[in-house]
């Protein structure tokens, strides 16, 4: 079986959070697609990704203002930690600081910020290109998500045979 | 050296030069080198080289100096009658280093240098009168300038007094001056709201309308689209429709768990839908199983009736929300009144400030006690201030985790709320300065931070006549009392 990718989407506001997932339904045929409303709960959920599951976590949609941790926090731990430093990383927030996205963008290789309210095209094609990179450089066999994702850059790496970095 | 006839001059200078006249008289000289001339008339200037020395016998000379940079010429000695005028030069044999000027008519004795020698020969008393003289002179001068260091000396600390003077006028004007900004900002803060909570009134309300309309449509066109198909399939649409409508979110952990228990019951379905029928109660995946007997297309249909109920609820708690922060606002900022004292119960204007700043205290514990207490005549938006300082206060100093603690009461016909907060408390230190203007302990970039909100809200509560206390409560955390009369008409304001 090959391996499954995740889409982590973290939000505390239940009526955002199912906007979120509901917008990024398209994707859930080839990623599973996982809820968390705190930061905690989202390591939670990495660890029980990456260790019970031997999944890889292709992309982050995470909110900054949580109870608890907040989002740049949490996407820095992530990107400290070896298994998720490739996840993309995306802040989806109304509320964060310009010190807190440098942060982000600094430390935790901030893919993308999307200010609430979101468009869903605009959403769905950050995701599409996010998970595309993602895709191409980190997975053997790119072919079965050219469904989902943008073909014809899978196609293209296919064609020459290049990742998109060399690992 | 004897000093006698210094010392003489020194307390009668008349007589002196009297004597001095008389000595050069009895040569028959004196005449010679009269001297008269009116006020206002240059004697010598400074930088010239000087070829007499004056004896002034009647009227007073003033002695200028040039100011560096600028001609301006300075006065320095005022000399009176019995002075001798151009000693140094006459000494020193150098230009003058002042210019001498008549202040009023003036009688001299203008003896030029090259006849000094002559007269002491002749008279050679003169030379020790002469020598005494120039020391009296000079000694006259000396005292003088002490005088003036002394002068300038007091001068100076009553000017450092006036510029430390002005100093604090200055800090003061700029208090002032921040707290009226402040006011003006407030004032111009409350008509932007409720200009804003007016025209953001109107597309809710229309959002609410429009949706209200459009779900009793969608239900009617359903029922007319199943005539004739499937009722018992629609029927349960119709359930899952008001099911999804009227639930409330599991948190995502729930969630989570309940897809398994779905995918194991339901294993051919899509994970996107597990995720749906995980968000119903207990019991439905079978229920889904029941009608549908595992018929994909009609499990799509009946959880899309789920779906479409959410949507619904989505867009009315959301809609809900604004016009509840609109009401908020606007009672907040009291724009629908006139008046601005009014009987208010303040524990509406306490909840109004938890509404609004909701964002900054979501995550703390709430405790309020809040009892009926009796209206009291205040000024509802400016008390609103108060609370929001207080709470906002607290909840910088808490950061994300906390709990605030909000009571009222009534104590000897005074109403009283106290908020508490769980936070370090307030150092001993700061208790007692922590109402002063521009007091902050916050670093710059803070939320708020001017400095000004407790020394503003202290000016508020004063104005109903009332006190507002704090103190380190013993659980830890500080503790804001406010007492507020219930009129303040009635209670001399305390200032």
Known sequence: ?167 | MKFKLGSRWLENRDEVTKLLQRVLDESGSSDKYLFEVGEGITIFKEGEPLNNIYILLEGEVQLYKKKPYNDVQFPLQHLQAGSLIGIISFMTGLPSLTTAKTHEPCRFLRIPKKDVNHLIDLHPELDSYLDELIMANLLERYRQTIILQMKLDSVNSKLQNERNELKQAYKDLQNAQKALVHQEKMATLGQLVAGFAHEVNNPTAALLRSTDSLERQLVQFMDQQSEGEDSALTDTGKQFFKLGREIGFPDTKTIRERSERVKRALPVLKNSQIRIIAQMPEGYEELLQKVTDGNQEEIGYLLDQFEFGKMFQNIETAGERIAGLVKSLKSYSRSDSEERYEWIDIREGIHDTLQLTSNRIKYYDLYLDLPEVPKIRADAAGLNQVWTNIILNASDAMGKKGSLDIRCGVSDERIWVSVTDSGPGISEDYLEKIFDPKFTTKVSGAKFGLGLGLSISLDIIKQHGGEIQVVNADEGGARFTVILPVDPKLTPASR
């Not at chain 1, 979120?20 to 599973?32: L, P, Y």
């Not at chain 1, 995306?90 to 310009?98: E, F, N, R």
């Not at chain 1, 609430?116 to 595309?132: D, G, M």
């Open chain 1, 1 to 167: 079986m090959k391996t499954k990718i995740y889409i982590l989407v973290v939000e505390d506001e239940p009526e955002v959070l199912d906007s979120i997932v509901r917008d990024i339904t398209e994707f859930e045929e080839q990623f599973v697609v996982e809820m968390a409303d705190t930061a905690e709960e989202a390591e939670e959920l990495i660890d029980s990704i990456i260790t019970e599951e031997k999944g890889l976590i292709g992309l982050i949609l995470c909110d900054h203002v949580l109870p608890g941790k907040n989002g740049v926090e949490l996407l820095v731990e992530m990107q400290n930690r070896e298994e998720t430093r490739p996840t993309r990383k995306v802040l989806i927030t109304g509320q964060a600081g310009l010190e807190e996205t440098v942060k982000a963008v600094n430390e935790a290789d901030l893919k993308h910020y999307i200010a609430k309210p979101w468009e869903k095209n605009e959403l769905v094609s950050i995701t599409k290109k996010l998970l595309t990179d993602f895709v191409i450089e980190r997975v053997d066999d790119p072919l079965p998500y050219m469904k989902v994702l943008d073909s014809e850059r899978i196609a293209e790496s296919l064609r020459t045979g290049r990742k998109l970095t060399d690992r």
